[in-house]
């Protein structure tokens, strides 16, 4: 079966449309939380749930031979080298609440299924307030619906002009590290946002919605198939020194706003963030 960043974008924007849709319209009934994981504010809808299990029965109809790494289900192993990266809901309490910055996020990539090794072929974000699908496939380019996302090559504003999105874990120890560090951000920025969808946040970079989002904590699922809708829009995305975006730390932002914000977290302390006392 086919395999170019091409064929995958094809599938991943069946994938996340379909499933966007599913959860769209299952806002529009009683969302209840149905459990919870690392923390009791971190929760699990019956429609997380429900829409993982059709983007897994899509991808076996459509790509039998793929992997699957999901947030709310066992991982899958394939023998195409292809894997699939999903978040069935990117932003699950703001759906519980009814606010409109929610997502779905899958990623086709191939390579060892870890953020630091594996290499983004194709993603697609659907954003459920909006009904809009963002999306790209590896050196082809991205785009929000059917418009071309060009952001680059920069420069992007100076760190007291940015308007700077980020977020927080689930676990208050950690969060309260956060807090000290997004402290320490405030009065050098233009503003903070906190939205409550890493996907949409990062799509937002790539749209000029945000000049620039940095966070720790994150899950491998919420953050690849942005990264790539950023990536080939012309922003930075990456981790502290060059390293990939990756789970202990991932910045976003167009060269020049990409620098100062990732020395200004440096000097802030976020290269240890959950080793402070
Ligand atoms: C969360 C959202 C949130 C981010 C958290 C994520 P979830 O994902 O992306 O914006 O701050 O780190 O866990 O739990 O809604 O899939
Ligand atoms: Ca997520
Ligand atoms: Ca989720």
């Known amino acids: 079966m086919a395999s170019s960043p091409v064929d995958l974008l094809g599938v991943a924007r069946i994938l996340a449309t379909e499933t966007g849709e599913l959860i769209v319209k299952a806002r529009e009934g009683t969302v209840g939380v149905s459990a919870t994981k690392s923390s009791h504010i971190d929760i699990v809808t019956e429609v997380d749930l ?5 983007l897994r029965q899509r991808i076996a109809e459509l790509r039998p031979d793929d992997a699957v790494l999901g947030e709310e289900g066992q991982d899958t192993p394939g023998t195409s080298g292809v894997t699939w990266v999903l978040d069935p809901i990117d932003g699950t309490v703001n759906f519980l609440y009814g606010l409109p910055s929610y997502s779905v996020s899958v990623a086709a990539v191939t390579g060892p299924p870890t ?7 194709a993603g697609a974000v659907y954003e459920g307030g909006t009904r809009s699908l963002w999306s790209a496939a590896r050196g082809e380019g991205s785009w929000l619906d059917d418009l071309p996302l060009h952001r680059g090559p920069g420069p992007g504003p100076g760190l007291s002009s940015t308007l700077l999105g980020t977020g927080f874990q689930y676990i208050a120890d950690r969060r309260a590290l956060q807090g000290v560090l997004v402290a320490k951000m405030l009065p050098q920025v233009r503003d903070i946002r906190r939205l409550g969808s890493c996907a949409l946040d990062i799509c937002y970079v790539a749209a000029g919605r945000l000049d620039a989002y940095y966070e720790h904590g994150l899950a491998p699922w919420d953050f690849p198939a942005a990264a790539l809708i950023a990536l080939e829009a012309g922003v930075l995305v990456e981790g502290l020194d060059g390293a990939p975006p990756n789970t202990t730390l991932t910045l976003a932002a167009l060269p020049g706003t990409f620098e100062a914000l990732h020395d200004a977290l440096k000097a ?10």
Do not use: V
Not at 50 to 54: F, K, L, S
Not at 115 to 121: F, K, L, S
Not at 268 to 274: F, H, P, Q, S
């Open 268 to 277: 802030a302390g976020a290269a240890r963030l959950w080793d402070t006392p």
């Open 50 to 54: 429900a829409a993982e299990r059709h």
């Open 115 to 121: 953020p630091e090794e594996w290499t983004i072929e």
